[in-house]
């Protein structure tokens, strides 16, 4: 069966220092893979995905991910955090079909 | 910008009445899926469409029912609600059946069941 697994709740970090937000999954088959932020009383939205071709994605607001086969991971990353993007985050697969599969979510608090 | 809307962001029905939910897509998207969102669990797919009137069942469907009788809009309808149907329900769209295509969100309608 597919599953995606976040496997922090909540992930603290203070302003200006580089964040990471973790994601594996398991699936058959090759996998499409998302990151969505979940601002407060908001719908999701997207903020990259992997596709084909180069490991490391670049998205919105200074987001990136990169892609690990061999470790089947799909980590989100940001080189400085701000204040502002404390918000939920949802890594998601898809392999084909119209299903797609999120994780349960890590909440990240950015610290002035 | 993709523009999905939803029709309440707050609701509160009472045990054993009919609730629907609605959502419309500006963008002429083909897929159009309803989730619900618990602490916790993430998202789980209740129902989704891939065509007007035609829907397939999520994960979660029982209690739940769907209509799409036109492209733009997706109706969520909850039969008989019950306490345990008390959840924020995201309402999605995607261009097409094209797996990497990434989904559109609406803001979310957060149900209570009283």
């Known amino acids: 069966a597919q599953s995606v697994a976040q496997p922090e709740d909540q992930v603290n970090v203070a302003e200006g220092n580089p964040l990471t937000v973790k994601c594996t999954y398991s699936v058959s088959g090759n996998p499409y893979l998302f990151w969505y932020v979940q601002y407060p009383n908001r719908g999701l939205q997207f903020l990259l995905k992997y596709i084909t071709g180069d490991n490391l994605v670049k998205g919105s607001y200074g987001f990136e991910a990169e892609f690990n086969k061999s470790q089947t991971s799909f980590h989100l990353k940001k080189p400085s955090a701000l204040v502002s993007d404390s918000a939920l985050y949802f890594c998601a697969v898809r392999t084909g079909g119209f299903k797609t599969i999120f994780g349960a979510g890590t909440r990240l608090f950015v610290k002035a | 910008d993709v523009k999905v809307t939803q029709s309440s962001r707050y609701l509160v029905k009472r045990t054993g009445e009919k609730v629907f939910l609605e959502c419309v897509q500006d963008m002429d998207h083909e897929n159009m899926f309803w989730y619900r969102q618990d602490p916790g669990l993430g998202l789980r797919l209740i129902y989704f469409s891939y065509d007007v009137k035609m829907k397939e069942k999520g994960d979660i469907p029982e209690g739940y029912s769907v209509s799409r009788e036109k492209k733009e809009r997706f109706s969520l309808i909850l039969e008989s609600a019950s306490t345990n149907q008390t959840s924020m329900y995201l309402c999605?769209?995607?261009?097409?059946?094209?797996?990497?295509?990434?989904?559109?969100f609406g803001p979310g309608t957060r149900l209570t069941v009283l």
């Open positions: 999605a769209s995607s261009l097409d059946h094209r797996s990497y295509n990434e989904q559109f």
